[in-house]
């Protein structure tokens, strides 16, 4: 999981797991790792909103309760801070979600193309 957070390829530790920014490599670019097959789907983006509400909402309150900005304030402060938090920890949190599939064997989900399935 480690490695899949600092965006690594969670076999070698050295190649890319992200092609782009948020799309999965096929293969890794150093270990050749096949990783076309990891699919996190919505797993990262409930963990990211679960992370950055924790720390967005508390923060809310002590600045409401403590000064009582007007509420343009808290939309010029908090909108940009919390679309900040939140692209700049998706990435890592699939990356996470990336290796915890990996280190658990799960590669794929049994997800086959009618041609390659055995007829019986």
């Excluded at 983006?45 to 509420?71: A, D, K, Q, S």
């Excluded at 692209?87 to 041609?115: D, I, N, R, T």
């Amino acid at each position: 999981m480690w490695r899949g957070a600092c965006r690594k390829c969670p076999a070698c530790g050295t190649g890319s797991v992200f092609r782009k920014f948020m799309k999965i490599a096929e293969t890794c670019d150093k270990c050749g790792e096949e990783l076309h097959h990891q699919r996190a789907d919505d797993a990262p983006p409930y963990f990211t909103i679960f992370i950055v509400g924790h720390m967005i909402i508390p923060l809310v309150f002590i600045v409401e309760r403590t000064w009582h900005p007007p509420y343009a304030l808290h939309a010029a402060l908090w909108l940009p801070l919390t679309l900040g938090l939140t692209l700049s920890l998706m990435p890592v949190v699939k990356g996470a979600v990336v290796g915890l599939q990996w280190a658990l064997g799960m590669h794929g989900f049994g997800f086959e193309h009618a041609s390659e399935k055995e007829r019986p």
